[in-house]
């Protein structure tokens, strides 16, 4: 059974970035490929960026340019930076497989962008 936590969430500033972490329990291998979700208060969880076993890339429109999502395999661990945050990057951010399980979703991290 893989659990997934994620961290490095917090509070900063617009402008400001972030680097998330997501640490699953044992070998992502098999939960390939994986992405990061958000949900905002009173929204729907969406994806925001996925990447493959191989480490082919999609991002949200609403992300693009700004995120940059990022595996380790060796350390069963993805990675979402985030640059250049805005208010309506406020969110409680997940991470899972794509498409998700929900045997996999964990508590997730709160990120909160504003001055």
């Known amino acids: 059974q893989v659990q997934l936590v994620e961290s490095g969430g917090g509070l900063v500033q617009p402008g400001g970035s972030l680097r998330l972490s997501c640490a699953a329990s044992g070998s992502i291998f098999s939960i390939t490929p994986m992405g990061w979700y958000r949900q905002a208060p009173g929204k729907q969880r969406v994806l925001v960026a996925r990447?493959?076993?191989?480490?082919?890339?999609n991002y949200a429109e609403s992300v693009k340019g700004r995120f940059t999502i990022s595996r380790d395999n060796a350390k069963n661990t993805v990675y979402l930076q985030m640059n250049s945050l805005k208010a309506e990057d406020t969110a409680v951010y997940y991470c899972n497989a794509d498409p998700p399980l929900m045997q996999y979703w964990g508590q997730g991290t709160q990120v909160t962008v504003s001055s």
């Open positions: 990447i493959t076993s191989g480490g082919s890339r």
